[in-house]
């Protein structure tokens, strides 16, 4: 319901992991037909559906995720047909009516009785592979289309990867929960029985961990009153030696509080950030322009026949960029001549009382 009353407005982030999961769901289907060889020459330069310009960030990490999708098409033999999904939009009516989803990549290796499921996750945050219910909610859906039931589920093993080369994790870029279908039983009920209740007329808003990811929650009694009272509680004087019990419950109460009203913040920067895209003066903040990455702006052959004049070399195996270039020995002026940073998005910022003041007078 809140999601719905405070419909989110595409986010840069999104749109950059949306453009990278089409490069890895290209690269997995052209392996489906013994393409392998699939390099970043061939999206430099161009754009994702949703106008995204491609990265070679975005390419190195779909194909990453791809690559582990081909090992196990290795394995198991199954190279395409009906047991492999790619982005494809399934039915998950087992938790409710209507529900759909599109997981990143299914594959059924039904010799062994594996069906393997991929998350890939582009950003940073980090995404743990046990108990992760985005793809628990996708088996749902899995399970029925691929005709397995409940007896037949407890022959099945089900494994859950999650692809995150952009965030750092303990147990790598690409981590595994192997798990058995007829044990996500109990998580579907779960789910089901929750989609119940939030579809019901008895629906109550209960804040957590979730509020970060929700439009609405700049209005919601619930994510505000959580944010209120751990705040006073993280801002409450503190004795200056604790015993070890009460030392381990501040510090869960700390870091609940810093959870919560960092949701807050989120949420209230991308409300402000709404306001001023549609022209509402908010006191004491403004927007400003985001830059990417020093880039090339003259044809590549150009900057190469340039570097040549001071004697410096920059083709190497592939051209170096601007900073590369400069570190090679390339003059700094003559790089900044030669280059640009493009222009990524907009991000609000404070202003400083003064100026405040000055808009208002």
């Known amino acids: 319901m809140m999601n719905a009353t ?25 392996k489906t037909r013994n393409v392998f060889q699939y390099e970043w020459k ?34 198991t033999g199954v190279f395409g047909g ?39 996750k582009f950003g940073h945050e980090k995404v743990e592979q046990f108990e992760n219910w985005q793809c628990i909610d996708y088996m749902a859906g ?7 039931d409940g007896l037949t589920e407890q022959k099945i093993t089900v494994k859950i990867r999650i692809c995150q080369p952009r965030a ?26 929750n989609a119940a209740q939030c579809m019901s007329n008895d629906a109550v808003a209960q804040s957590g961990s979730h509020c970060k990811h929700c439009p609405g929650r700049h209005a919601c009694d619930a994510a505000l009153t959580a944010g209120i009272q751990l705040y006073e509680a993280a801002s409450a004087p ?10 381990g419950l501040q510090l869960t109460l700390l870091k609940r509080a810093q ?37 090339w702006s003259k044809p590549i052959s150009d900057v190469i026949a340039m570097a040549n004049l001071f004697d410096v070399n920059i083709s190497k195996d592939a051209a170096l960029t601007p900073k590369q270039a400069i570190k090679a020995g390339l003059d700094p002026d003559v790089v900044t001549r ?20 000055h808009t208002f007078s």
């Open 168 to 193: 750092y994790h303990a147990g790598g870029a690409i981590r595994e929960w192997s798990v058995l279908a007829s044990t996500l039983r109990g998580y579907h009920n779960i789910l089901e029985a």
């Open 6 to 30: 405070y419909p989110q407005l595409p986010r840069i982030e999104a749109m950059e992991g949306d453009a990278s999961h089409q490069i890895g769901a290209e690269l997995i289907d052209n």
């Open 259 to 295: 959870e919560q009203i960092n949701l807050l913040v989120t949420g209230y920067e991308q409300q402000v950030e709404t306001s001023i895209r549609r022209n509402k003066l908010i006191p004491g903040w403004g927007q400003e322009a985001t830059h990417g990455s020093l880039k």
């Open 142 to 148: 899995v399970l029925e289309r691929f005709g397995i």
């Open 42 to 75: 061939n999206y430099n330069g161009k754009s994702a559906d949703n106008g995204i310009m491609y990265t070679e960030e975005m390419f190195e990490c779909a194909q990453l995720y791809a690559e582990d999708v081909g090992a196990v098409m290795i394995k």
């Open 82 to 120: 009906q047991y492999l999904l790619i982005e494809e939009k399934i039915n998950i009516d087992r938790i409710f009516e209507g529900q759909t989803g599109s997981p990143d990549c299914v594959l059924y290796d039904f010799m062994n009785g594996v069906i393997y499921i991929w998350d890939y």
């Open 238 to 247: 503190m004795p200056v030696e604790l015993s070890p019990q009460a030392l």
């Open 338 to 357: 030669y280059s640009h940073k493009p222009r990524t998005g907009m991000k609000i910022v404070q202003e400083i009382e003064s100026k405040t003041r």
